[in-house]
């Protein structure tokens, strides 16, 4: 991605996973926005940029956050949101094991907690040990835990996996986490 990709991704984020209300906007259930809305958004916070840029940002993005709809006049986030949307996806069946990347310093409550969704809608796991690893980064020194996902979803835990391949659950209790 460019400077200017990711400067635009991050507004993109903003608006559309955390705070549509600041700009202007407001998503509907889904988590939907109209395009021309969102650009005449951007337009007013000196962020200009046209409808085939947005849709180079949303093509180039390192982890394909955004989607269009079917005819194009309407702009989401996959996942990652903290405002309420119902995103629609369907229970999925996950694989034996999934990754959840987080930092040394979140050990010991994960510990005694589980992993916990915090601000967002679900706790995000990755069927790749390396993208794990990649998003506990972000916060500190990386730590990779390992998730039971097969044998949570068989005690009745659900999975939702995004468009842009995260798998989704509200809650890791610690009987399903090997910290390696
Ligand atoms: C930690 C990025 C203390 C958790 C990524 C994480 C992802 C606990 C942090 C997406 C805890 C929450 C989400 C507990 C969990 N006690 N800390 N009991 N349970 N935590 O950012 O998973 O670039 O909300 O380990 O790719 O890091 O935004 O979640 O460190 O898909 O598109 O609390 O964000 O995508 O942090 O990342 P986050 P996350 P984007």
Do not use: C
């Amino acid at each position: 991605m460019t400077r200017r990709e990711v400067k635009i991704s991050k507004f993109l984020s903003l608006v559309l996973r955390h705070q549509p209300e600041t700009v202007g906007l407001k998503l509907n259930d889904a988590g939907w926005v109209s395009v021309a809305d969102l650009l005449a958004a951007a337009d007013r916070q000196d962020l200009k940029f046209s409808r085939a840029e947005l849709q180079q940002v949303v093509a180039n993005n390192d982890k394909q956050r955004f989607s269009f709809s079917a005819d194009g006049q309407l702009i989401r986030a996959n996942q990652g949101h903290s405002v309420a949307v119902e995103l629609g996806y369907e229970p999925a069946v996950p694989p034996e094991t999934l990754f959840h990347g987080t930092a040394e310093r979140f050990l010991a409550s994960i510990q005694a907690q589980g992993l916990i969704k915090g601000q967002r809608h679900h706790v995000h796991l990755s069927a790749d040990r390396e993208i794990a690893r990649s998003v506990g980064q972000r916060y500190g020194k990386p730590v990779v835990l390992q998730v039971h996902a097969a044998q949570m979803q068989h005690d009745g835990f659900v999975f939702y996996l995004s468009t842009n391949g995260v798998w989704l659950t509200e809650h890791v209790p610690v009987p399903y986490l090997v910290f390696l």
